[in-house]
């Protein structure tokens, strides 16, 4: 099947992620009904049964995400209010599964009525939009900040996807194993240790590896993520979606500093969303992590037993990382009530009961304002006031990454090339040349 491409225009590296930017309305023609229909019952009367595809863990239903016990079953919740809807929710195990299911069966009736769409990947699925359904709607402004509405809005103005979350980062850490290399685990102390540059987080990573001959984060894959996610342009050149990656020194220096911390034993080397890494966060096989606000519930179900707690600090200041979508192919079934589906589900409301049940960081500046986000307390977390944290976290983000095309790709490859030095399968100038062939094969 032959897709249309379509170019357009994403406004990711205009706009940081922080709660003071205001929000917009965005103008409309075919319109879905709003999240306040849908509450009232919604336009549908006749009986429908609505798939829905997301991704790790979303906050809408535990039997569904395998996480810890939530506060909010959302997906019970929207079939009790909507009695004629019959909703069927399909979770992937990770981004990467979902990003080549969606391309793989993007056109006429291949996909769930509503799939979720990762950041990462949104620059991708923007020059297909001409098969996603136009889910503008007036009724809805001011539901997600502005940056998240302009990135998934194409050249001719159609809205193509709901924002879910934003990822604003802090540090998690085992309090236990922190503790076991005679270090101080108080979030105070742990906060003001991380504090400052990426070079007070290796200094730390050091001092933990050197008193219990452990790696201290999970990989170097993750930490990347952090790092990339703090420079403007690193791989795609903005005005021309060129990939830079190979000649961007930003980008050498960040792989340069993580292959040495490989080579010093800094990085437990446990791929994340593996059985070893969901095991080690239980088992204490590594002791802190580049944690976005959805990375929570992720913990908490790995690790139900375990001592974590949130440091309300992060290097070189704030970093966003991750956060989603939802979208209604054009070609489903269903599109009108899949519409109403996905509103209701990233309506402000909702936004902050999956905040409460994993940790997805409301993309609504309503949400984030409200009581229940600000005031909310995580109890595994050592009763950690998570609602504080992360909206401070999220304040801090200043820097939000070009994500053209090929992003998703470019990074790939070079979280391939990172653990290929992590397994000790290849040096670090082996890999690189690896990188740069596979760089060079993109495209």
Request: net charge negative.
């Amino acid at each position: 099947m032959s897709l249309s491409r379509r170019k357009t225009t994403l406004g990711f590296a205009a706009g940081a992620a922080t709660l003071a930017i205001a929000l917009a309305g965005c103008g409309s023609s075919s319109e879905p009904e709003s999240s306040d229909s849908a509450a009232a019952g919604g336009s549908m009367d006749e009986p429908v049964t609505l798939t829905l595809a997301t991704f790790n863990q979303f906050g809408y239903s535990a039997d569904s995400e395998g996480g810890a016990d939530y506060a909010y079953d959302l997906i019970a919740e929207y079939q009790e209010l909507h009695p004629n809807v019959t909703i069927v929710y399909n979770v992937a195990d990770t981004s990467n599964t979902a990003r080549e299911n969606f391309f793989t069966k993007l056109g006429p009736g291949g996909l769930a009525d509503v799939e979720a769409i990762e950041v990462d990947w949104l620059p991708e699925a923007m020059q297909y939009s001409d098969l996603l359904a136009d889910l503008t709607n007036p009724e809805l402004d001011g539901n997600w900040l502005q940056w998240k509405v302009d990135a998934a809005t194409d050249a001719d103005g159609r809205l193509i996807g709901y924002g879910t979350d934003i990822g604003p980062e802090s540090i998690c850490y085992n309090v236990d194993a922190i503790e076991a290399a005679g270090m101080d685990a108080s979030r105070d102390a742990m906060s003001a240790a991380i504090d400052g540059d990426w070079d007070n987080f290796f200094d730390l990573a050091k001092q933990y590896s050197d008193a219990t001959g452990k790696g201290f984060y999970e990989e170097n894959a993750a930490v990347l993520q952090a790092m990339i996610g703090q420079l403007e342009a690193p791989y795609e050149d903005p005005a021309t979606d060129e990939i830079i990656a190979l000649d961007n020194p930003e980008v050498k220096d960040i792989y340069d500093t993580l292959t040495a911390a490989s080579d010093a034993g800094l990085s437990a080397g446990l791929q994340q969303w593996g059985d070893d890494w969901a095991a080690g966060m239980a088992n204490g096989d590594f002791a802190a992590m580049p944690c976005p606000s959805w990375m929570l519930g992720v913990i908490e179900g790995n690790a139900p037993d375990g001592n974590w707690d949130i440091a309300n600090a992060f290097p070189n200041g704030g970093g966003n990382w991750g956060g989603s979508y939802l979208t209604v192919p054009a070609g489903g079934e269903n599109v009108e009530a899949a519409a109403e589906l996905a509103a209701w589900l990233t309506a402000p409301e909702q936004q902050a009961k999956a905040f409460e049940n994993v940790g997805a960081f409301p993309s609504s500046e309503e949400a984030a304002a409200s009581d229940a986000v600000t005031s909310y307390t995580r109890a595994f977390f050592n009763d950690a006031p998570a609602g504080e944290i992360y909206s401070e976290r999220a304040a801090a983000v200043t820097v939000a990454p070009y994500k053209g095309p090929h992003y998703f790709e470019v990074n790939d490859a070079m979280v391939n090339a990172l653990r290929r030095v992590d397994e000790g399968t290849m040096s670090a100038e082996e890999s690189w040349k690896q990188f740069e062939s596979d760089v060079n094969a993109i495209g």
